[in-house]
């Protein structure tokens, strides 16, 4: 039998190889206040992703030849200083390391009697007592916010539907289970309902007000209105940093009304609930320990790589009962490696999980909570500069409050008909992007077409927002 691995066949060439690879990254990350924001891919080179599946080796330091060539310089430009589009974070040096060091052991993160599984439930209860949820809550890291959410929307779902949907599913119930959120609610709402069977009829968008907070009597008055109606309410929704401004609804009072009502509190944290591990700014989202769960991204303002999201919730037992399941491959035992069980196949859909825990556990340790406070206050500080430059200059014009780190704008010219405003500011943010000047995203609110930088970057100095904003005039003039 002739018998193969896929080790390198000559271990000092791949050794080599990979010091390179590790060399070629950390030179990437020294030259990019050098670097245009984003470049463009060129047309010929699209044309190397369109190839039939190789058969035969090329070899591995021919595999990353054409990663440098092809790949590496034209990503969407998260890694840059004056990348502010989305939420995307830029992730840290450390970070990457982890990955990697995360993807050798490549553990398989359901449980098992083993140390990363041990990192993980550390990791968790250190997210836990950071944004003040008991040390006895339930938690579990996954892919991203929309999972984190969706996770939290079925444990409410689950603890508060009245009979057993697991088994029954949602025609179990006499009544249509719904839920609330505002009219700014992140998008995932939506699909969970539809993921979950509730349908996108069960998500019910409430009204906001002028600070893109939700209307909590519009909440009081829909939910009794539902009530009345036939239908059962079992959760509410709040938001600590809505995309499009960065406003934060009142989670005090849609605590009190969860309460009121005795429905399931949860919160989308995505980026906003981060702003608690400041003390100078917690009370920007003040009542986030009094959610039943959170969903938050790691890897948008804890600045680490993707994939880095997390689930709390605060009675483990409604958590766990959500997701629990059985089988006779995976029962634990009291001795050997499935000794510790598989609990965070309990806490959610997955049963095979990768090593995400590692770059949080390195980084927490690497650089303490302290660290991460200050940067997401650099980041509130820089937004509030980038909100006076543009409100000292009669050609630009704010399009929402600045609550926290996201700064809606357009450039409105001098004398310029306003029916031209949206297709110039359009035609801005093109060029900016294009040109590799930066890269902020976009927004429409009432019809308006505006310019949006959301600050999760700890690349970025005063520097760059200068440039930003002297970019907008520039090209506007050249535009008007």
């Not at 929307?153 to 009544?175: P, Q």
């Not at 605060?314 to 050997?336: M, N, V």
């Not at 970057?457 to 907008?472: G, I």
Request: hydrophobic residues 45%; glycine residues 8%.
């Amino acid at each position: 039998m002739n018998e193969e691995s896929l080790d390198p066949k000559d271990p000092v060439a791949f050794r080599a190889l990979a010091h390179r690879m590790v060399d070629d990254m950390l030179d990437l990350f020294a030259s990019l206040p050098e670097r245009p924001a984003w470049q463009p891919m060129p047309e010929r080179l699209r044309g190397a992703f369109d190839c039939p599946v190789p058969q035969e080796p090329s070899g591995e330091a021919a595999a990353y030849a054409d990663f440098v060539s092809n790949v590496l310089p034209y990503s969407n430009g998260n890694l840059h200083p004056r990348f502010w589009g989305w939420v995307q974070g830029n992730g840290t040096p450390l970070g990457m390391m982890a990955d990697m060091l995360a993807a050798g052991m490549n553990p398989h993160m359901a449980g098992f009697s083993q140390a990363p599984a041990l990192v993980e439930h550390q990791v968790i209860a250190w997210l836990a007592e950071m944004m003040g949820f008991p040390k006895e809550a339930s938690g579990l890291l996954v892919s991203g916010g929309t999972m984190a959410n969706t996770l939290g929307l079925a444990v409410a779902r689950h603890a508060k539907a009245g009979f057993d949907i697991r088994e029954e599913g949602v025609r179990g119930g006499e009544r249509r289970l719904v839920f609330y959120g505002s009219t700014e609610t992140h998008s995932w709402a939506k699909k969970a309902a539809e993921l979950l069977g509730l349908g996108r009829k069960s998500f019910h968008a409430l009204p906001t007000d002028d600070a893109g907070r939700m209307d909590v009597s519009a909440l009081r008055a829909r939910i009794d209105a539902d009530t009345k109606a036939g239908e059962q309410p079992f959760c509410v929704i709040g938001t600590a940093g809505t995309v499009n401004t960065g406003a934060t609804d009142d989670l005090h009072a849609l605590a009190d009304t969860c309460t009121m009502h005795k429905l399931w509190f949860h919160v989308d944290g995505a980026f906003g609930a981060l702003a608690h591990l400041s003390p100078a700014l917690r009370d920007r989202v003040s009542g986030l320990s009094r959610a039943d769960s959170l969903g938050f991204d790691l890897h948008k303002w804890l600045y680490l790589p993707f994939e880095s999201a997390c689930v709390l919730v605060k009675d483990k037992d409604a958590h766990e009962s959500a997701f629990r399941s059985t089988a006779p491959y995976i029962e634990e035992q009291k001795r050997g490696v499935i000794a510790g069980g598989l609990p965070f196949a309990d806490r959610g859909l997955e049963l095979t999980r990768s090593f995400k825990a590692l770059k949080v556990w390195m980084s927490l340790r690497a650089y303490g909570v302290s660290t991460f406070a200050r940067m997401v206050e650099q980041n509130v500080a820089q937004a509030d500069y980038v909100a006076q430059r543009i409100t000292a200059m009669p050609e630009l014009s704010l399009s929402a409050p600045v609550a926290l780190n996201v700064v809606c704008f357009r450039y409105v010219g001098k004398g310029v008909d306003a029916s031209r405003l949206n297709d110039i500011n359009a035609e801005i943010l093109l060029r900016l992007q294009e040109q590799g000047i930066a890269v902020p995203s976009s927004t429409v609110m009432n019809g308006i077409f505006s310019l949006r930088i959301a600050i999760v970057n700890h690349r970025s100095k005063q520097a760059d927002f200068d440039l930003l904003v002297d970019s907008v005039v520039s090209i506007g003039r050249e535009l008007s």
